[in-house]
């Protein structure tokens, strides 16, 4: 049985209606966790120039994914249709990525800002997948801004440049690519 286009567009509105949770989304609820915790870890090591504060950044899977459970939003592969099932799977792998990346930073000599520029890499990956898999032009265009200022940041602190600056290009970049397109996708679901 073939799928029509009608089909699809159903898979995919349904997809994007329950991305929503209550008066925001997946993409707002960790694009402002994590822009909240790079701004506070910006200005808890300049102000103490104590690199234990680095230790913040595991704020963000602390609190976002509580969030996350309170609102009873999941994006897994359990989702009601293919496309959910397709979007949940694509987090899946990005999350092991992630894991995979903090594993091998942390184990290595790598400076801990280098997991700045490869999560910002990642999540841009994951992002421009789902607005590609969803339709949503916005979810595949700023993700390849955040793209390009993960990379410049790669670069930038291979070669020894950045420091706490890296913590708010970070920060602008996720702004970039899960604020602004989490409130188009939230507006567009209202209309």
Known sequence: MAITDSTTDRMIRAAKENLRVGRFNAFLLWGYVTVAVSVVEYALIALTENGMWMWGWFAIPLIGYPLQWRYGHT????????????????????????????????????????????????????VSLTGTVLQERAMMACPFLS?????????????????????????AAF?????????????????
């Open 75 to 126: 994006v897994d592969e359990e989702g009601d249709n293919y496309v959910e099932r397709l979007v949940g799977h694509i987090w899946q792998v990005m999350k092991l990525a992630f894991l995979l990346t903090a594993v091998f930073v942390s184990l290595s000599t790598l400076s801990w800002l280098f997991l700045l520029p490869l999560t910002l890499i990642l999540c841009a990956v994951g």
């Open 147 to 171: 793209l390009c200022a993960g990379l410049y940041m790669l670069t930038d602190i291979s070669h020894g440049g950045m420091g706490l600056a890296a913590f708010l290009y970070f920060a």
């Open 175 to 191: 702004a970039v690519m899960l604020i602004v397109p989490g409130h188009l996708l939230f507006r567009h679901g209202k209309a």
